[in-house]
T-cell receptor, first 111, second 115 residues
């Protein structure tokens, strides 16, 4: 069983819809949680970072972490075609970037 | 792309040959990482470095070695390439440890095919 599970999708939504992504994990030592966005043939780029449990909002993006359930989520409101990408969850036990990644969810936002 | 250059960007090599991938940064960041990305697995950590000549193994280090003789360069060597090492390799750098002011920046990736 993988440490981090993420539904690979693909997920296709109409423009303006809310995109909901999630990951589950098995390692209770994870403390740092991130979401990365990766466009085709590019490297991942950081979208959201959360330490421990709680919610964080940044513009159209909201990240949630529930450590008791070992479950993290990313919501994208008012989705745009430019949000079409692969979204990867990542997490770390310690404060370095030795990250454990989910497999990634491919999202397409239809105009 | 945060001053990270990976070379080569694409490579096809034969089974059993040694291959070296280079990650070069102009940011003077202390920490450097090598990941590989495969369908269904996301990214997996191969090796990392906390400074010059300070390296350690990651989750999938078998068959790989690294060297960091200068702050700006982190080399990944496949000692004897196998088909299972066909992958996209990403280098990442970070100034420091995880906090709200620090993030890891990823390079553009090297697409390696072992035939």
């Amino acid at each position: 069983q993988k440490e981090v599970e993420q539904d690979p999708g693909p997920l296709s939504v109409p423009e303006g819809a809310i995109v909901s992504l999630n990951c589950t994990y098995s390692n209770s030592a994870f403390q740092y949680f991130m979401w990365y966005r990766q466009y085709s043939r590019k490297g991942p780029e950081l979208l959201m970072y959360t330490y421990s449990s709680g919610n964080k909002e940044d513009g159209r993006f909201t990240a949630q972490v529930d450590k008791s359930s070992k479950y993290i989520s990313l919501f994208i409101r008012d989705s745009q075609p430019s949000d079409s990408a692969t979204y990867l969850c990542a997490m770390s036990e310690g404060s370095d970037y030795k990250l454990s990644f989910g497999a990634g969810t491919t999202v397409t936002v239809r105009a | 792309d945060a001053g990270i250059t990976q070379s080569p960007r694409h490579k096809v090599t034969e089974t059993g040959t040694p291959v070296t991938l280079r990650c070069h940064q102009t940011e003077n960041h202390r920490y450097m990482y090598w990941y590989r990305q495969d369908p269904g697995h996301g990214l997996r950590l191969i090796h990392y470095s906390y400074g010059v000549k300070d390296t350690d193994k990651g989750e999938v280090s078998d068959g790989y070695s690294v060297s960091r003789s200068k702050t700006e360069d982190f080399l990944l060597t496949l000692e004897s390439a196998t088909s299972s090492q066909t992958s996209v390799y990403f280098c990442a750098i970070s100034f420091g440890l995880i906090d709200v002011y620090t993030e890891a920046f990823f390079g553009q990736g090297t697409r390696l095919t072992v035939v």
